[in-house]
């Protein structure tokens, strides 16, 4: 059984940081791909952020420069650093695993909601 864990969700004010955190279990961590997405009230879900086995990233403009994405391999995890964090970021983010970055996720975590209060 393939599990993704989130973590890290909380409420902050506009400006301030959270780093999230997924765990992984029951698979090979590092054959696949990693994506943070994100879905707010009323809106589809988004992609964020993808870091392939290699660690090349992607991220939409909207969070360039403020969210970092990376991988741990050895602790089958990942992270993602949002910085500088607007109103407009309050949303559930999940965790997904992936064969190739950016493409239809293979697994889903079951979320973690993130709050920015202005």
């Known amino acids: 059984q393939v599990q993704l864990v989130e973590s890290g969700g909380g409420l902050v004010q506009a400006g301030g940081s959270l780093r999230l955190s997924c765990a992984a279990s029951?698979?090979?961590?590092?054959?696949?791909?990693l994506g943070w997405y994100r879905q707010a009230p009323g809106k589809e879900r988004e992609l964020v952020a993808t870091i392939s086995r290699s660690s090349r990233t992607y991220y939409t403009d909207s969070v360039k420069g403020r969210f970092t994405i990376s991988r741990d391999n050895a602790e089958r995890t990942c992270h993602l650093q949002m910085n500088s964090l607007k109103p407009d970021d309050t949303a559930v983010y999940y965790c997904a695993v992936q064969s190739v970055a950016g493409s239809k996720p293979n697994y889903w975590g079951q979320g973690t909601q993130v709050t920015v209060s202005s």
């Open positions: 029951g698979l090979t961590f590092r054959n696949y791909a």
